[in-house]
Structure formats: C-alpha cells, structure tokens
C-alpha cells in the first residue's frame, strides 16, 4: 500500500541472544513514526541531543578505524552541510 501524508509507518526489529547462563532470550524493539512528505515536521521534532550524540559517535568510529582526523572532520563537516542545506531548501 501506499502511505500518505499523516498516517503511521510502523518498524519492529528483533534481536535473539544467549545470555550467559545459557538462556535464549529475543530481545524486539518497536517504532511508530508519523509519514510526512514535507521535512519541516521532520526537523522540527528534531531531537538535537540525539543528532549531536549521533554524529560524534561516526566521528569516533571513523578515528578508530584509522581514518586521519583531516578525513573525519571533512566528512563530518560534509554531513552537517548537506543536513542543513536540506532544511534550508526544504
């Protein structure tokens, strides 16, 4: 079906672990997001604590990685760019 603007889309995503007792557990996460076809809705729920952890957390992985800090902060910089470009365009 086709979504259209105002309805739910809604993930679910499991994970099946052992502890280490030996126990089976599945572990399911569920998400329902609201469809918008416009992205001012998108930043305006913008969670910025989220987004800041988000992007430091690339950052930190492409530093560990071996990526030179030049590369890294090139694509972070990148990546924050193209996001605000999209909502200042949007």
């Known amino acids: 079906d086709r979504l259209t603007d105002g309805d739910c ?11 280490r007792a030996g126990e089976r557990r599945v572990r399911v996460h569920n998400l329902a997001m609201r469809v918008a076809r416009e992205h001012a809705p998108i930043f305006k729920g913008l ?14 992985k492409l530093v560990y990685e071996g990526s030179t800090l030049a590369t890294t902060t090139g694509f972070l910089s990148d990546m924050l760019t193209t996001s605000l470009a999209t909502y200042r365009t949007r």
């Open 9 to 19: 889309a809604f993930v679910q995503a499991a994970l099946l672990y052992t502890t």
């Open 47 to 60: 969670d910025c604590d989220a987004v800041v952890a988000t992007i430091a957390r690339v950052g930190a």
